[in-house]
């Protein structure tokens, strides 16, 4: 029997040009933002944590500006509009698994992307400062303190009936990909996929992907690195 194929595609980065949350911190944060960012960065603080610092920041009564904000500059990777219709004309399973919050996240994918596939943080404005929610946090084994935990959810998808494939950029990304049956990397990723010894494919479109899919359904090997 054939493995029935699931997507789990990262957001920020990877379906959208830029990362969100740093173009929202950018325009609406105070000065002290750009240290939490470096101590994410340098695992010096979880992902969780510094998200909840940084957004602790904003003040609710913008909600908004934000999510306007973020409507009007985000750019959407060339060939998503397309790689969404060919999921679905492949009968693939796609979910969009992302570390971005739902106040941006479902209003951008609106056209494309139907809520229940999407994966990612929530967010509550009834206080005086934005508080992130957790609703898709780390189970066991993982103890990252992702944030919206991509290896929690692919382990639900048992390897015996599903090929589980990750598209995505950026750290937040790696240690799903260790996981997964099939990576797609640009960016950050490619450099730890190859610290890793992870086999990947590289891209920089969605149309690279479309491509390398119909080649897979062809039956191409995809063993090792592909680049
Ligand atoms: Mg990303
Ligand atoms: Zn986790």
């Keep these: 029997m054939d493995k ?8 920020d980065g990877t379906i959208t040009e830029k990362d969100n949350i740093t173009a929202l911190m950018e325009q609406f944060a105070p000065h ?27 003040p609710s009564d913008r909600q908004h500006e934000y999510t306007q ?24 399973q796609l979910y969009i698994v992302s570390g971005g919050i739902d106040f941006f996240v479902y ?4 056209p494309w992307i ?48 599903y090929h589980r494939i990750v598209i995505g950029d950026s750290i937040t990304d790696l240690a799903v990909a ?3 049956d099939e990576v797609y990397a640009r960016d950050f990723l490619i450099k730890k996929c190859h610290e890793h010894r992870i086999p990947y494919t590289p ?3 969605f149309y ?11 039956g191409e090997d995809k063993n090792g690195i592909t680049q």
């Design 4 to 11: 029935i194929e699931v997507i789990f595609c990262d957001f």
């Design 203 to 205: 891209f920089s479109s």
């Design 107 to 110: 209003p951008i994918l609106e």
């Design 178 to 180: 260790k996981l997964a």
């Design 208 to 218: 690279d992907i479309i491509r390398s899919l119909n080649s897979d359904n062809g």
């Design 32 to 58: 002290g933002w750009e240290e939490i960012k470096d101590q994410i960065l340098g695992e010096q603080i979880s992902i969780q944590r510094g998200v909840a610092k940084l957004f602790s920041l904003l």
């Design 114 to 161: 139907r809520p229940e596939k999407i994966y990612c943080n929530g967010s509550d404005f009834t206080n005086e400062r934005v508080r992130i929610l957790w609703p898709h946090a780390c189970e066991e084994p993982c103890t990252n303190g992702c944030g919206c935990c991509k290896p929690t959810i692919l382990r639900r998808f048992d390897p015996r009936i």
């Design 69 to 92: 904000f973020l409507l009007e500059q985000t750019v959407i990777r060339p060939g998503f509009a397309e790689f969404v219709q060919f999921t679905e004309e492949k009968q693939m």
